[in-house]
């Protein structure tokens, strides 16, 4: 789920391109900004493709070897609950809501006799609190009375929960299971295509395009890294081009604020030297723990 690697800056690939090189985040890395790939009208190979994105993918694990799964669970139940949650709200909110649900709620069998009135205040937080309170219900009956109370660990039997699809099911797999997955989330999504690694806009497809680049055993770590750099720097609006440390790599470069001092601004969370959005981050995150609710 987190890795131990020390965090190296990127300064070759940034030097190597002409890119002008400047450090900021919460512990000084490299970021650059210069005109990327593609720039010229020659169009890109397939291979040159997978090799930039294979290289794309080494300089975020320097950048972020910290990255994890934003959401703060203890068990394969929690973190499943908590990505049923998360659905059009932030990791953030998840956070602050779950540790007074899981304390009224501990078990599946717990949350699937739960007085859905009840438990829909309490997620309340989240939005989109009763279909979520019926999903959540019904997950946990289905847990309750199909498998034994336990959460699955394969694909198949966690699609049939309700309110479970892929990339649920991913998420959970890769992080309580180790069993590797690619997680196509709204900023995974995003920043692939604004990458140019893959032009499909169904999640499936895109999560099979982004399977065939990467070897299996970094699906998960490559899903992360990917996320924490749309979080951070690659924003929807408004990307920080000019202090992100793949603008040499990026065939995109220019979307965004290319000026270093007014892009550094835009930096979020540790990058920006805000708090994170774990109320309890794994111990090698450098930035901030996340206020609990109703703290700030």
């Not at 020390?6 to 900004?33: I, L």
């Not at 997620?123 to 999903?135: E, H, L, N, V």
């Not at 890769?174 to 604004?194: K, M, Q, S």
């Amino acid at each position: 789920m987190t890795s131990g690697r020390s965090a190296k800056a990127s300064k070759g690939s940034a030097k190597k391109t002409g890119a002008s090189v400047k450090t900021s985040g919460a512990s000084g890395r490299t970021v650059g900004a210069a005109v990327g790939p593609g720039k010229s009208g020659k169009p890109e190979s397939h291979l040159a493709m997978v090799r930039r994105a294979r290289r794309i993918n080494r300089e975020l694990a320097e950048v972020y070897p910290y990255a994890h799964p934003e959401l703060d669970f203890r068990n394969p139940f929690e973190l499943l609950v908590a990505t049923v949650l998360s659905a059009q709200t932030t990791d953030l909110r998840v956070n602050q809501t779950t540790p007074a649900l899981f304390a009224a709620y501990p078990t599946p069998e717990d949350m699937a006799a739960a007085v859905p009135e009840e438990l829909e205040e309490v997620i309340r937080p989240t939005g989109f609190f009763r279909a979520k309170a019926r999903s959540l219900i019904g997950l946990s009956a289905a847990l309750r009375d199909n498998f034994g109370g336990e959460v699955p660990g394969r694909l198949a039997d966690l699609v049939t929960l309700p309110g479970v699809g892929r990339k649920t099911a991913n998420v959970v797999l890769g992080n309580a299971f180790g069993v590797p997955g690619i997680t196509v989330d709204t900023h995974f999504g995003r920043l692939v295509r604004r990458w140019k690694w893959t032009e499909q806009e169904d999640p499936e497809k895109v999560e099979a395009e982004i399977a065939a680049i990467f070897p299996k055993s970094e699906w998960t770590m490559l899903s992360h890294r990917v996320v924490f750099h749309g979080r951070r720097i690659c924003h929807a609006r408004r990307p920080a081009c000019g202090a992100c440390p793949i603008a040499p790599l990026c065939p995109s470069y220019g979307e965004g604020e290319t000026d270093p001092e007014k892009a550094r601004k835009l930096l979020k969370y540790e990058m920006g030297g805000q708090p994170g959005q774990r109320l309890s981050p794994p111990p090698d995150y450098p930035g901030k723990p996340a206020p609990a609710l109703g703290a700030g």
